[in-house]
């Protein structure tokens, strides 16, 4: 684990536990921070190894090395580990460490539940990865098969192992994130520093205020659907097996209302600090403060009720595919107020370029083509062409990676000297940043562009006139993925104590309180 | 420190001529598509025409707010040593306006510049009530698709023909690799043709890009779209709703003729499946079966019990040794024994990846496979299926 | 919990405990609903399981609906199963009697339930079964093969634009233990 590298803080106060003890015992918001930050990275690196093994299968028409089962049941721990191994704990972590340092509380409401949320991260992902292990002796069918979405209740009833083990794995990440949510919850409302009202806490502590609590909403969503799908294969009954009067629809129904909102829960916090940190560089108040948060909560509001545009070829009535179309384009107007704050906000700032600064502009871009990208899908006059193409896979990677890991990679830089007490390695941050920015936009573009051609998603092996694509995809995919190399190097190197020795307040444009203690803050 | 950066530059600039060189060096097939593909019938030209309209608007939208960004990133620097504002929303009632006036332009593509057009085509797309010149029966199996055209009293399946060494064995691959079948779906044009979807296993999807259809195929439920094709030609399509294994496999190929030439499939679709039926009397040798079987063995059953028969244990059980092979598949008074091996390649096993081949096969095939399955890798049971008797017990 | 919070917050961690579970019976309360949404608006092509007729229905000679059935067994299960008849053009308010053939070929009993599935889906409240074999669970002996008997009307309150309409029934085996 990269954070058990973390040196000691050099100011804890005596009696403070030291080396593993310190991980395991501890109850300070930092350290748990920290657990939930290292090892969601480390996640983030073992889901995008998964991501470059079927990438490298992808680089030319024909079967390589990996069979159409192993190749699915890649994508599919692809994907549930970056959604739930690696970016919502990573957010959860940020939260743990940043917000008691923004409102000025020395601890976090709920440091006990929020450390048990973390102790589960590790089980879960356990779970999930053994039936991929176990098949290699001959136990099991391997990992579920049925990408993260589990949309097909058929052919999830079809697994031995591995949706088993999914869905349990799926229930302790649930469990965890409803933990983190309720810490936030109740730090952010009770904790704060007594000067500080609801109205002038930083916009991160409201962006994770509205991610609590639609991940309270619609978290246990999710676990009535997949829970109910156990009880289908396990229990005899017949909620999405149409024999018995179920209808496998409904499962799609039931994990879509969790799975939009869940884009947001992603990408909220993201959004949520990109202002701060565009502030910051830009020596310039926030633009649109009020517009940002009333956004935050009118977007939780209208995520939740627009996730039929996932389903609009499934063969919904004509009257459900207009509802879903019309609603979820209404998404688009507090997206979009949220982009123009973000420009407002540097707009006649006095701007310099350090490494946060790229990447929040970076995640700006992102999120505007993701955005754009994103408000022609739900169009159900032409839905049929987009829908389960490469074009979903290219346009959902622009709000995760473009935007969330983007606008986090931009709060680590951000926050690193805070954290670490060092200053990190300014040119190789701007090395990462211009190879990352550039081979992510190669490899997602390209995505989309062979999505309109007509590829479709999730398939081991392709037509020739979509080989060259894919070549430049695959290609740029290992870039990108050669390109977090330099990020895991120069984190290390700084949490190590190379590089200059940083200010209580680093960043010449920062505000917020989070500044006011020593780098790194006493525990 | 100065070498350093220097490195680094270089570091840089390699790797994104790497990533330049990927992308235009070498374009061994030059199929650098970025639309859809060329639209045949209402529904793509529909989803085309919308697509565009609100792609040109999209890209717009995009090139001035990068532009205002841009601008701003090149005038609003320190270094240029401009002085930071301080205001922190529209200050004039002018601004408020001016700042209104992006949110309205969004509202009006919405809703008016694409909202209407696309209603207007959604409400096509689910036309399927009234005016269907044919109607075809689509039933979805893993990994396969069967036909049928009820008024012509024609049924076959399609299915990949690609060969297995182009897929795994890195032989050359032909123009059409992976968008090829055995038997092509044969539609007259200017037809409105009604499609009735159903499987028979997990969900699927049946997706035409020319024709602007993608429909999931439920099961135990009903889905139907249309198509009205407006240009002969030969038009491919893939499964689109990740089904297991072999999803990728699993191409759709139409074949849009006119009138006239699909009169002549008609008949003579049914001339072969009466020559089916007279092959399938007949009295096969066992040389004739064994042979027949080896070529259907190797073209289906091989993808998940393997040459040889081995299987993969615990995922795909091994044909070799196997007790259900080497067991009667019929009783005494030449009924089908339940969950006997004609059974099991008949009907498949539920909840596993055995399918029911009596969707796929032939009665010949179905017999020629059994026989060569209970006759190969150290199968010594001698038998001798006759498709006569898999027509009785299908 | 080792800290001592404010009462205020363990109010609140109470009332946010409360949210979680109300959350989770929402979302077990969306099972039922959806059934209850799908049979009142056949939203999903499901027709009614019940026997519906009722009398008094005049059959609406001025036009015709032309329905067109499909049957498919699913995976596993032994049967050949099709409709005898692949179209039927009736007036609405007509009452009309079709079978489905089926030919259980094995050595063994054999029991499944066919599920019926009407599109366009939201046309599913107007076709009125009246004797269907999908009304329970059907056996074979070995060997058998039955006629099974469909009568149903189309309900004259169909719109008047819809002139085509289908019935598909998906025969899906029964397991004595999986």
Known sequence: ?523 | MLIESEILKMLRKSCLSFLLLACLGGSAYADWAFNFQPAVAPLADDALRIHNRFMVLVIALFVSTMAVMAYSLFYHRKDKGFKPAIFTGPTTPTLWVLSALPFIGLVFVDYVWVGVPAYYAAVTMENTQEGADLVLRVTASQWKWQYEYPAQGIKFVSSLSTPLTQIYQGAAKGDNYLLEVDNPLVLPVNKKIRILLLSSDVMHAWSVPAFGVKRAAVPGFLRETWVKIEKEGTYRGQCAQICGTNHAFMPIVVEAVSVERFAAWVAKKKAEQEALTTSAEKVWTKDELLQHGQGIYEKICISCHLPGGVGIPGVFPALADSKIVNSPYQDASGRLIKDGHLDRVLNGKQGTAMQAFKNTLSDVDIAAVVTYERNSFGNKTGDVLQPVLVRKLR | MHQVLAPNSNRLIVKLVALVLGAFAFGCALVPFYTIICRVTGLNGKTEGVVSWAGGVTADLSRFVTVEFAGTTMQGLSWEFRPTTERITVHPGEITTTTFYARNPTNETLSGQAVPSVSPGWVAQYFKKIECFCFKQQQLQAGEERQMPLVFYVSPDLPVDVHEIALAYSFFPITKSR
């Not at chain 1, 909620?239 to 969790?258: K, T, Y």
């Not at chain 1, 977007?299 to 919904?316: D, E, K, P, T």
């Not at chain 1, 006649?348 to 993701?370: D, W």
Request: hydrophobic share 55%; charged share 10%; glycine share 10%.
């Open chain 1, 1 to 523: 684990m990269t954070s058990a590298t973390i040196v000691e803080p050099k100011d804890a106060h005596p009696g403070y536990p030291t080396g593993l003890r310190r991980w395991l015992v501890t109850t300070d918001h930092k350290d748990i921070g920290l657990l939930y930050m290292g090892f969601s990275a480390a996640m983030f690196f073992v889901a995008g190894m998964l991501a470059l093994v079927f990438r490298a299968e992808l680089a030319a028409p024909g079967v390589q090395f990996l069979q159409g089962s192993l190749y699915n049941q890649l994508v599919t721990l692809h994907g549930l580990a970056m959604v739930f191994a690696f970016i919502m704990p990573f957010a959860t972590g940020l939260n743990n460490y940043l917000i008691p340092l923004m409102i000025g509380s020395p601890r976090t409401a709920l440091p006990r539940l929020s450390k048990w949320g973390f102790w589960l991260l590790p089980l879960a992902v356990m779970v999930l990865l053994i039936p991929f292990f176990l098949q290699f002796f001959g136990v099991g069918d391997g990992a579920s098969q049925a990408s993260w979405t589990m949309d097909n209740t058929g052919l999830d009833m079809q697994s031995r192992l591995g949706v088993d083990f999914t869905i349990v794995a799926v229930y302790l990440f649930g469990i965890s994130s409803i933990f983190g949510a309720f810490n936030v919850i109740v730090t952010v409302l009770t904790l704060r520093t007594p000067t500080m009202s609801l109205w002038s806490m930083p916009l991160f502590c409201w962006g994770w205020l509205v991610v609590a609590f639609l991940l309270l909403l619609v978290v246990p969503v999710l676990a009535t659907a997949v829970g109910l799908l156990f009880a289908d294969r396990h229990f005899g009954t017949h909620f999405f097996i149409a024999s018995g009067g179920g209808d496998p629809i409904l499962f799609q129904h039931l994990f879509w209302f969790f799975g939009h909102p869940e884009v947001y829960i992603v990408v909220l916090p993201a959004w949520a600090i990109l202002p701060t940190i565009l502030s910051a560089f830009s020596r310039k108040p926030i633009y649109g403060y009020k517009a940002q948060v009333y956004s935050y909560w009118a977007i939780a509001f209208l995520g939740s009720i627009v996730w039929g545009h996932h389903m609009l070829a499934q063969g919904l009535p004509l009257m459900e595919n207009l509802y879903f179309m019309y609603a979820t384009f209404s998404i688009s107007v507090p997206t979009s107020v949220l982009i123009f704050c973000w420009i407002g906000t540097i707009w006649r700032g006095a701007m310099t370029f350090e490494t946060p600064m790229l990447f929040a502009l970076g995640a700006i871009v992102g999120m505007l083509i993701g955005g754009l990208s994103g408000v022609l899908i739900p169009d159900a006059g032409a839905y049929s062409q987009y829908h389960n193409t490469m074009y979903i896979t290219g346009h959902f990677h622009y709000p995760f990676f473009g935007a969330a890991v983007l606008g986090m990679m931009a709060t680590v830089y951000y926050y690193l000297p805070k954290m670490t007490g060092r200053m990190y390695n300014e040119s190789l941050g701007r090395l990462h940043f211009w190879i990352t920015a550039v081979s992510f936009n190669v490899t997602f573009l390209s995505m989309m562009m062979v999505g309109l051609a007509g590829m479709p998603r999730h398939v081991v092996d392709y037509a020739i006139k979509y080989a060259d694509w894919n070549r430049v995809i695959s290609v740029a995919a290992f870039v990108l993925g050669a390109a977090q190399l330099i990020f895991l190097y120069n984190v290390i190197q700084t949490i190590r104590g190379h590089g200059e020795k940083a200010a209580d307040k680093p960043w010449e444009g920062a505000v917020g309180l989070e500044w006011t203690p020593s780098s790194p803050p006493p525990s």
